[in-house]
C-alpha cells in the first residue's frame, strides 16, 4: 500500500458544508474489483484437497480449516452425559431464534445451544436495517432483480424469489412480537414505516429502528426465546463436532459446555446450524466487524460431515470501517449513514466514487484511492474522510436523532462527528458463500439444517445491505418448520463420529496433517485450548486444539 496523505495536510483540504464534485471515473466495475477487490488476485484462492467439493476453489485461510482434523476422538466423549431431543438449534442470533420459535410452535422439543450467551451474534451487531418491498413504489420482482444483480448472478434464483416474497410477512412477524421499527416524519402513532434506499437497490426499501435495527430485532426475539416452555436454552455451549449415523445422516452434536468443561453428547432428529460465518478468522489479514464468535465452526463442521458448500472464495468487505484509532479497527459505520447522505472523501478532498454503489464497488474504490495514495494516513493507518460534519449541516439533528449509533461510536474515537470526519476503511463483514441448501434450508447431508450466513446460494458474490436480516428469519423460520416435522421420524439407533474416522483417513491419504485442527472456537488472541481447558490428554503423536498453528 502506498503511503497516504498525510492527516494534517487532508485536513487543511478539507471543507465541511462544501458539496464536493464526483470525480469521472471510466474504469469498468469488473476491471476495479480485478485490481482491488481481496476476492481477486494472484494469492485469492486455493483448490480444496479433501471432501465432497474437492478441487473447488476456496479462500487460503478458510481452505486451513476446512481442511483440518477433528478437536476430539471418541476417547475424548466416552462417558459424556447423553441428552436427546427432536430439534437442536446451534445458535443464539436472529436465524437460531426465528428457527427454534418456529420449530417449538409446531410441537417439537428444541435445544438451542450457543457459543457465547443468547443474542451474542453478528445479528444484534446489524445496524441499517432490514430490506422488504412494502412500499407502493416498489415490489419483490424489483427486489429480487436489485438482489440478483447485486450479488453478479451467482445467487440461486429460487431462493432469492423465496427470500424477498416472505419480506413483508417477516416485517408483520417481527411487529407480532413487538419490534419498533422507525415512522415518517410527522406521522402519528400507527403511521406509515419509514423506508430508505440502501447502496445497489433501485427503490427505497430499508426498514429500520434508528440505527440500532438488530439490536431493537434481538430484544424481542431474545425475549420470546426465553418466554417459550417449548425451548431449553443452553448459553455458553459451543459447538465441538456433529453426530454422524450409520447411513451418513446427522443425528445430533458434541457440544462443550464451559462451565462445567464438560461434553455433551445430544441425540436430535434434526440439526440447524445458525453459527454465523468466519469474520474473526480474519482472511487475508483483514480487521473484521463481526462479533467475537465468528470463527467459521458451522462451516468446518458441515463440510467434515459431507455438506456440500459453494462460493467460498467470495467475501463482503463492508467499505466503512473505522481506520483509526488503531484498537478500535474494524468496528463498523453503518451504510445507513451513506444512505443518509453521508460522502466519502479522499486525502485531496475528491468524492471518487457514488457512495450508494454496490458494497463491492464501494469497498474496492476505497482500495483504490489508499493503494494509489490518495487515501489519508495517520498514525500508520490509512483511510479516507467519511464526510459526516457535512452530514449534520446538510440535515440538522440527524446525529442525535436518527444515527444515535454512529455518535456513540464517535465518541469512542474521541472526535465530535458534527465537526471531524471520520477515518475509514473496509473491513472484513459477511461470508457471500457457505452451506448449499434448499428452499428449507435443507443440505444434502439428511438431518442437517442450516441458516443465515453459514450458508451460500441467496447472495451470490456480494449481498446487499438489509438482506442479511432477512434472510435468517426468512430461511430460519422455514427451517424450523421443516425440522419440526423431525419429530415424527424415528430416532436412528446409532450415532457418533464414525464421519470423523473416515475424514482422517482422508486427510492421510491427501497427504495432509493430522496435527492441524478445527474449529478454533475463539479467535486466536484468546488462546484458547479446548484440550486444556477440558483436561483432556494429548495423545502421543501431539494435538494442537486451540486453532490453526
Same mark, same amino acid.
Given at each position: 500500500?502506498s503511503?497516504?496523505?498525510?492527516?494534517?495536510?487532508?485536513?487543511?483540504r478539507?471543507?465541511?458544508g462544501m458539496?464536493? =464534485?464526483?470525480?469521472?471515473?471510466?474504469?469498468?466495475?469488473?476491471?476495479?474489483?480485478?485490481?482491488?477487490?481481496?476476492?481477486?488476485?494472484?494469492?485469492?484462492?486455493v483448490?480444496?484437497?479433501?471432501?465432497?467439493?474437492?478441487?473447488?476453489?476456496?479462500?487460503?485461510?478458510?481452505?486451513?480449516?476446512?481442511?483440518?482434523?477433528?478437536?476430539?476422538?471418541?476417547?475424548?466423549?466416552?462417558?459424556?452425559?447423553?441428552?436427546? /431431543?427432536?430439534?437442536?438449534?446451534?445458535?443464539?442470533?436472529?436465524?437460531?431464534?426465528?428457527?427454534?420459535? /418456529?420449530?417449538?410452535?409446531q410441537?417439537?422439543?428444541?435445544?438451542?445451544? /450457543?457459543?457465547?450467551?443468547?443474542?451474542?451474534?453478528? =445479528?444484534?451487531?446489524?445496524?441499517?436495517?432490514?430490506?422488504?418491498?412494502?412500499?407502493?413504489?416498489?415490489?419483490?420482482?424489483?427486489?429480487?432483480?436489485?438482489?440478483?444483480?447485486?450479488?453478479?448472478?451467482?445467487?440461486?434464483?429460487?431462493?432469492?424469489?423465496? $427470500?424477498?416474497m416472505?419480506?413483508?410477512?417477516v416485517?408483520?412477524?417481527?411487529?407480532?412480537?413487538? $419490534?419498533?421499527?422507525?415512522l415518517?416524519?410527522?406521522?402519528?402513532?400507527?403511521?406509515?414505516?419509514?423506508?430508505?434506499?440502501?447502496?445497489g437497490?433501485?427503490?427505497?426499501?430499508?426498514?429500520?429502528?434508528?440505527?440500532?435495527?438488530?439490536l431493537?430485532? $434481538?430484544?424481542?426475539?431474545?425475549?420470546?426465546?426465553?418466554?417459550?416452555?417449548?425451548?431449553?436454552?443452553?448459553?455458553?455451549?459451543?459447538?465441538?463436532?456433529?453426530?454422524? *449415523?450409520?447411513?451418513?445422516?446427522?443425528?445430533?452434536?458434541?457440544?462443550?459446555?464451559?462451565?462445567?468443561?464438560?461434553?455433551?453428547?445430544?441425540?436430535?432428529?434434526?440439526?440447524?446450524?445458525?453459527?454465523g460465518?468466519?469474520g474473526?478468522?480474519?482472511?487475508?489479514?483483514?480487521?473484521?466487524?463481526?462479533?467475537?464468535?465468528?470463527?467459521?465452526?458451522?462451516?468446518?463442521?458441515?463440510?467434515?460431515?459431507?455438506?456440500?458448500?459453494?462460493?467460498?472464495?467470495?467475501?463482503?468487505?463492508?467499505?466503512?470501517?473505522?481506520?483509526?484509532?488503531?484498537?478500535?479497527?474494524?468496528?463498523?459505520?453503518?451504510?445507513?449513514?451513506?444512505?443518509?447522505?453521508?460522502?466519502?472523501?479522499?486525502g485531496?478532498?475528491?468524492?471518487?466514487?457514488?457512495?450508494?454503489?454496490?458494497? *463491492?464497488?464501494?469497498?474496492?474504490?476505497?482500495?483504490?484511492?489508499?493503494?494509489?495514495?490518495?487515501?489519508?494516513?495517520?498514525?500508520?493507518?490509512?483511510?479516507v474522510?467519511?464526510?459526516?460534519?457535512?452530514?449534520?449541516i446538510?440535515?440538522?439533528?440527524?446525529?442525535?436523532?436518527?444515527?444515535?449509533?454512529?455518535?456513540?461510536?464517535?465518541?469512542?474515537?474521541?472526535?465530535?462527528?458534527?465537526?471531524?470526519?471520520?477515518?475509514?476503511?473496509?473491513?472484513?463483514h459477511?461470508?457471500?458463500?457457505?452451506?448449499?441448501?434448499d428452499?428449507?434450508?435443507?443440505?444434502?447431508?439428511?438431518?442437517?439444517?442450516?441458516?443465515?450466513?453459514?450458508?451460500g446460494?441467496?447472495?451470490?458474490?456480494?449481498?446487499? $445491505?438489509?438482506?442479511?436480516?432477512?434472510?435468517?428469519?426468512?430461511?430460519?423460520?422455514?427451517?424450523?418448520?421443516k425440522?419440526a416435522?423431525?419429530?415424527?421420524?424415528?430416532?436412528?439407533?446409532?450415532?457418533?463420529?464414525?464421519?470423523?474416522?473416515?475424514?482422517?483417513?482422508?486427510?492421510?491419504?491427501?497427504?495432509?496433517?493430522?496435527?492441524?485442527?478445527?474449529?478454533?472456537?475463539?479467535?486466536?488472541?484468546a488462546?484458547?485450548?479446548?484440550?486444556? *481447558?477440558?483436561?483432556?490428554?494429548?495423545?502421543?503423536?501431539?494435538?494442537?486444539?486451540?486453532?490453526?498453528?
Amino acid at each position: 500500500m502506498s503511503a497516504g496523505i498525510p492527516y494534517e495536510n487532508a485536513r487543511q483540504r478539507y471543507r465541511p458544508g462544501m458539496a464536493a =464534485t464526483l470525480r469521472a471515473d471510466d474504469v469498468p466495475v469488473d476491471e476495479l474489483l480485478k485490481a482491488y477487490h481481496p476476492d481477486h488476485g494472484p494469492h485469492a484462492r486455493v483448490t480444496l484437497s479433501v471432501g465432497i467439493d474437492r478441487g473447488e476453489p476456496c479462500q487460503p485461510d478458510l481452505a486451513r480449516h476446512l481442511q483440518a482434523n477433528a478437536l476430539i476422538d471418541d476417547v475424548d466423549i466416552a462417558g459424556a452425559q447423553l441428552m436427546t /431431543t427432536d430439534v437442536l438449534v446451534i445458535g443464539g442470533g436472529g436465524g437460531g431464534c426465528a428457527a427454534a420459535l /418456529t420449530a417449538a410452535k409446531q410441537g417439537a422439543r428444541v435445544i438451542l445451544a /450457543t457459543k457465547l450467551r443468547l443474542g451474542d451474534s453478528n =445479528t444484534v451487531m446489524a445496524e441499517g436495517g432490514i430490506q422488504a418491498a412494502i412500499g407502493e413504489d416498489d415490489s419483490p420482482q424489483l427486489h429480487f432483480e436489485d438482489t440478483l444483480r447485486a450479488g453478479h448472478f451467482c445467487g440461486e434464483p429460487k431462493l432469492v424469489a423465496q $427470500m424477498v416474497m416472505d419480506g413483508p410477512d417477516v416485517i408483520r412477524w417481527l411487529i407480532q412480537l413487538g $419490534m419498533m421499527f422507525d415512522l415518517e416524519e410527522d406521522q402519528p402513532i400507527g403511521g406509515n414505516l419509514m423506508r430508505k434506499k440502501p447502496g445497489g437497490a433501485s427503490a427505497a426499501r430499508i426498514l429500520s429502528y434508528r440505527d440500532y435495527t438488530g439490536l431493537e430485532m $434481538m430484544r424481542v426475539l431474545r425475549e420470546a426465546v426465553d418466554l417459550d416452555p417449548g425451548i431449553e436454552l443452553w448459553n455458553r455451549c459451543p459447538l465441538v463436532e456433529l453426530l454422524s *449415523d450409520e447411513r451418513g445422516g446427522c443425528a445430533g452434536a458434541v457440544i462443550y459446555n464451559l462451565e462445567w468443561r464438560t461434553f455433551v453428547l445430544v441425540r436430535a432428529r434434526a440439526v440447524i446450524l445458525a453459527t454465523g460465518g468466519a469474520g474473526r478468522l480474519h482472511l487475508n489479514s483483514f480487521p473484521t466487524s463481526n462479533h467475537y464468535g465468528a470463527t467459521a465452526d458451522g462451516l468446518v463442521l458441515a463440510y467434515r460431515i459431507g455438506a456440500r458448500l459453494r462460493e467460498l472464495d467470495s467475501f463482503q468487505y463492508h467499505p466503512t470501517g473505522i481506520a483509526y484509532p488503531h484498537h478500535l479497527a474494524g468496528g463498523l459505520i453503518s451504510e445507513a449513514a451513506r444512505s443518509a447522505g453521508a460522502r466519502l472523501l479522499n486525502g485531496e478532498g475528491e468524492r471518487f466514487v457514488d457512495e450508494l454503489k454496490p458494497r *463491492d464497488v464501494v469497498a474496492s474504490a476505497i482500495l483504490r484511492e489508499c493503494a494509489q495514495g490518495r487515501g489519508v494516513e495517520r498514525d500508520g493507518q490509512v483511510g479516507v474522510f467519511l464526510d459526516t460534519p457535512t452530514l449534520e449541516i446538510e440535515h440538522p439533528g440527524i446525529l442525535a436523532k436518527r444515527l444515535v449509533t454512529l455518535r456513540h461510536l464517535a465518541d469512542k474515537c474521541g472526535i465530535d462527528a458534527a465537526q471531524e470526519p471520520f477515518l475509514v476503511y473496509p473491513t472484513l463483514h459477511y461470508q457471500n458463500g457457505g452451506v448449499a441448501i434448499d428452499k428449507d434450508g435443507a443440505t444434502n447431508v439428511p438431518g442437517l439444517f442450516c441458516v443465515g450466513e453459514v450458508t451460500g446460494g441467496i447472495h451470490g458474490r456480494n449481498r446487499l $445491505m438489509g438482506n442479511a436480516l432477512l434472510d435468517i428469519l426468512s430461511m430460519g423460520r422455514r427451517a424450523g418448520a421443516k425440522a419440526a416435522q423431525s419429530k415424527e421420524w424415528v430416532m436412528t439407533s446409532r450415532a457418533g463420529i464414525g464421519h470423523v474416522h473416515a475424514w482422517q483417513r482422508e486427510l492421510t491419504l491427501a497427504g495432509l496433517p493430522l496435527h492441524v485442527k478445527a474449529p478454533q472456537l475463539f479467535p486466536a488472541y484468546a488462546h484458547f485450548d479446548l484440550r486444556v *481447558d477440558a483436561g483432556l490428554r494429548a495423545s502421543a503423536r501431539g494435538r494442537v486444539i486451540g486453532g490453526i498453528r
